[in-house]
């Protein structure tokens, strides 16, 4: 921590802060300039709030230098954090893609999509059971049916499934089915879910919050892994701001920025970033070129009839389209991206 006094502050005021600093475990160092006094505080708590020196008297600014998370850190962990889920490997050099309905409907909803988007290349199913949306009045999910709609169909396809857990109660049931436990936007602050995921053994996708800062976000995870998971994916998943054109505004800029700062593999979710089928494969174009980890993206074999996102949920063959460009752009940032369809011909070539 470094803290710049005010030109008129005077000894007293100075040694005072030197004082404070001392009693909650700082080694303070002291330069004094020709009109200030700068002090250099290191050591400490990680959790000390800097803003109780802010408010001393002749201090002008304090700057703090260390994160408040630390297991998410890169100065913690240096080397990226690859999650394996038997052969699947998040964050290593493949881009993983993630594709799937909003919400489990039907069996034949459920059945359709998974098949054309593993035939596409993706390797992870994603859909909801449990849906947190905003009206009360609006579809909730089908509970344990879809769970195992969900589960029936990546087995059939040899996919890997990522479904969204609510609440505390829910983490049992949705852990039973799914490989990956997403924890949704609204949920991101939940600290008593995140504290129980800690103990668990699934792998957790975290999104991030829609009015989350980035170091919220990666405290959000420190919860998870202080409890002992250490397999935490991060998602973006965009962020509201004053722009309405789009349901969201996908902050880009945070894929690389998580990069700089955390270890932790980065997901892009561009349906929810835009809630606009038309802007989700350039934004997710944009992603891998990035370099995001994954991609989530929501799939509806009929999105015209589908019971939550239908807006952003792309039709098979612009996923399809989709993938092909992303094996494009990939390898020009060093990446691979499942080379080729799964089961032979794509789907809608
Ligand atoms: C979802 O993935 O369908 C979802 C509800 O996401 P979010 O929490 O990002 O809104
Ligand atoms: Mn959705």
Same mark, same amino acid.
């Given at each position: 921590?470094?803290?710049? =006094?005010?030109?008129?502050?005077?000894?007293?005021?100075?040694?005072?802060?030197?004082?404070?600093?001392?009693?909650?475990?700082?080694?303070?160092?002291?330069?004094?300039?020709?009109?200030?006094?700068?002090?250099?505080?290191?050591?400490?708590?990680?959790?000390?709030?800097?803003?109780?020196?802010?408010?001393?008297?002749?201090?002008?600014?304090?700057?703090?230098?260390?994160?408040?998370?630390?297991?998410?850190?890169?100065?913690?962990?240096?080397?990226?954090?690859?999650?394996?889920?038997?052969?699947?490997?998040?964050?290593?050099?493949?881009?993983?893609?993630?594709?799937?309905?909003?919400?489990?409907?039907?069996?034949?909803?459920?059945?359709?999509?998974?098949?054309?988007?593993?035939?596409?290349?993706?390797?992870?199913?994603?859909?909801?059971?449990?849906?947190?949306?905003?009206?009360?009045?609006?579809?909730?999910?089908?509970?344990?049916?879809?769970?195992? =709609?969900?589960?029936?169909?990546?087995?059939?396809?040899?996919?890997?499934?990522?479904?969204?857990?609510?609440?505390?109660?829910?983490?049992?049931?949705?852990?039973?089915?799914?490989?990956?436990?997403?924890?949704?936007?609204?949920?991101?602050?939940?600290?008593?879910?995140?504290?129980?995921?800690?103990?668990?053994?699934?792998?957790?996708?975290?999104?991030?919050?829609?009015?989350?800062?980035?170091?919220?976000?990666?405290?959000?995870?420190?919860?998870?892994?202080?409890?002992?998971?250490?397999?935490?994916?991060?998602?973006?998943?965009?962020?509201?701001?004053?722009?309405?054109?789009?349901?969201?505004?996908?902050?880009?800029?945070?894929?690389?920025?998580?990069?700089?700062?955390?270890?932790?593999?980065?997901?892009?979710?561009?349906?929810?970033?835009?809630?606009?089928?038309?802007?989700?494969?350039?934004?997710?174009?944009?992603?891998?070129?990035?370099?995001?980890?994954?991609?989530?993206?929501?799939?509806?074999?009929?999105?015209?009839?589908?019971?939550?996102?239908?807006?952003?949920?792309?039709?098979?063959?612009?996923?399809?389209?989709? =993938?092909?460009?992303?094996?494009?752009?990939?390898?020009?940032?060093?990446?691979?991206?499942?080379?080729?369809?799964?089961?032979?011909?794509?789907?809608?070539?």
């Amino acid at each position: 921590m470094m803290i710049v =006094m005010q030109e008129q502050a005077s000894e007293s005021q100075i040694e005072k802060v030197v004082e404070h600093l001392g009693e909650q475990g700082f080694d303070v160092h002291r330069s004094t300039g020709a009109l200030r006094t700068v002090l250099g505080a290191v050591g400490g708590n990680r959790t000390f709030d800097f803003r109780l020196v802010e408010v001393m008297d002749g201090v002008s600014e304090v700057h703090r230098i260390t994160e408040p998370y630390k297991l998410a850190s890169r100065t913690f962990k240096s080397e990226r954090t690859v999650i394996q889920i038997d052969d699947l490997r998040i964050g290593g050099d493949e881009v993983v893609v993630m594709a799937g309905p909003c919400s489990a409907e039907t069996e034949e909803q459920v059945e359709a999509t998974a098949s054309a988007v593993r035939r596409a290349g993706a390797k992870v199913l994603r859909g909801g059971a449990f849906k947190p949306r905003s009206s009360p009045y609006s579809f909730q999910g089908l509970g344990e049916q879809g769970l195992q =709609m969900l589960r029936g169909a990546a087995d059939r396809h040899d996919m890997k499934l990522v479904s969204e857990v609510m609440d505390v109660s829910q983490i049992e049931l949705v852990g039973k089915y799914s490989d990956i436990l997403q924890v949704g936007a609204r949920n991101m602050q939940n600290y008593t879910l995140l504290r129980e995921l800690g103990r668990t053994a699934k792998p957790v996708l975290l999104k991030r919050g829609i009015s989350a800062t980035i170091e919220e976000w990666l405290l959000s995870a420190e919860y998870v892994l202080a409890g002992g998971n250490g397999d935490v994916m991060l998602c973006e998943r965009g962020i509201r701001t004053f722009e309405s054109y789009t349901r969201n505004t996908l902050d880009i800029s945070a894929i690389p920025v998580i990069h700089k700062l955390s270890h932790l593999p980065i997901v892009a979710d561009p349906s929810h970033g835009t809630g606009r089928r038309d802007k989700v494969a350039p934004m997710a174009r944009a992603s891998v070129a990035a370099g995001a980890d994954a991609l989530i993206i929501e799939v509806h074999n009929d999105p015209e009839r589908a019971k939550s996102d239908g807006a952003q949920s792309l039709f098979p063959e612009q996923f399809d389209r989709l =993938m092909t460009e992303l094996r494009i752009i990939a390898p020009a940032i060093g990446r691979s991206i499942c080379l080729e369809p799964v089961g032979g011909k794509a789907w809608g070539r």
